[in-house]
């Protein structure tokens, strides 16, 4: 579980800034569960060339709760969560002073999505939120409130998730003190799972990824599993301590994802994929296969450009769909290999999707 954070200042010295405003998206990985909002009264003048930034005068803030009021809620909301932010450290600096003043030692693993963005999508001009934003056809309202930059923060981490296959970012949100017997142990997992299509992730207490599942029903595959006899079931059954998920919308992506990551992260008690040796080409020369994404609104994009698959994505907007430049750079890349081209061919010919672009 994630705290996906953005907060205002007055500015001023190093660590005698106070909080104006914060905003907080808790975030399952696939979508928003739970949120706070809202104005504080720092109790101290804002600095001038903050309020021509953010629009946030001392006037707003005479009624505002002081963060003595809030701090319950902050705490609350962030409890068992990582916090996500752009430029973290900044963030979970400005929260711990705060709950330090207070007499309260504030401690939350974060991740930034600054450094997240520049490893995962290289070669940008900048990475500032607005520019990156832009640059990626994320939508961007209330820019320098914390509301607005928290909820593009959000959609940000969204697309980083995405174009993370070795699951770092993941990796970080486990939990591996689950300390309960066999069964009931199995019972906690199966109800955090949903009913969903896409993958599976299972690990053991050194958080090490050692087996990857499938299927159109996350909950009943991993119930599947949980309930096998063979003795590597029973070793899985044994060892697991968590098991994440990522639900990709459709079984298309589900088994290009399936075949990427059992090959990149080998884990223990997968096959590795038998490649395929057919001859596959595409008929259409540019494609863009647009199908249903992870929640109502989404959809996904498959990319063929020049014969060659290139990838997938998830969008929310026409604008990107329709500009190939931001698509892009949106496209979480994938191997045009013969397999993953002959699982596109053969999906395609069994199943319908909504609707094939030709370019």
Known sequence: ?????????????????????????????????????????????IQPFVVNLTGINNGMLKNAPKFYEVAKRIIEITTDCVLVAHNANFDNRILTTEFRRLGYDFERKTLCTVELSQKLIPEENSYKLGKLCRSLGIPVSSRHRADGDAIATTQLFKLLLNKDVDKEIVKQAIKTDNGRKLAPKLLTILDELPTSTGLFYVYNTEKTIMYIGKGRNIKKTVNQLFLRTSKKAKTIQNSVVSVSYEITGNELIAQLKFVQEVNSIKPKFNFKQRPNFAKIEFSNQNLLIIDKGRTIGEKSVLLIENT??????????????????????????????INNRSIIKKYLQKNNVEKLIRF
Do not use: H, W
């Not at 907007?317 to 892009?328: A, E, G, K, T």
């Open 1 to 45: 579980m994630y705290a996906i954070l953005d907060i205002e200042t007055t500015g001023g010295k190093f660590d005698e800034e106070g909080i104006t405003e914060i905003a907080i998206y808790k975030f399952d990985g696939n979508q928003i569960v739970d949120q706070f909002i809202s104005l504080v009264n720092p109790e101290k003048d």
């Open 308 to 337: 060659e698959f290139k990838g997938f994505c998830y969008t929310e907007l026409s604008y990107q769909i329709n500009n190939i430049d931001v698509l892009r750079k949106l496209i979480s890349p994938m191997e045009n290999s």
